[in-house]
């Protein structure tokens, strides 16, 4: 199965692009590439879930803790450009009143 997480920097935040589903066998490596991604980083991060078509309840985990960890250091944790799939996840799981979620990557960074 494919999986890819890459980043690019803008001066408000990280943005993560996770390529591929987050499922139970593909979350410990996302999660690996995300922490090595944000070492010795202090900044908001903005994940960009456009890729990404299922979430399984250790994905969600994954950005649950990410979120806490930036909550307690004062920074953002944002999710942008679901598809209908995860957004319907997001939902149910209760995500979307945890994290603030934008339809488009622009609308993510003009929030911060």
Do not use: Q, W
């Amino acid at each position: 199965m494919h999986m890819e997480v890459t980043s690019k920097s803008s001066d408000k935040a990280i943005i993560i692009y996770v390529d591929g589903d987050l499922t139970t066998n593909s979350s410990p490596e996302v999660e690996a590439e995300i922490k090595d991604i944000l070492e010795g980083a202090a900044t908001n991060v903005i994940i960009n879930v456009e890729r990404v078509n299922f979430i399984a309840s250790t994905g969600l985990r994954i950005i649950l803790a990410l979120g806490k960890r930036l909550s307690g250091d004062d920074l953002k944790l944002i999710v942008c450009s679901m598809n209908a799939s995860t957004k319907s996840v997001f939902e149910m799981s209760g995500f979307t009143k945890l994290f603030p979620a934008f339809e488009t990557e622009e609308e993510a960074l003009e929030s911060l």
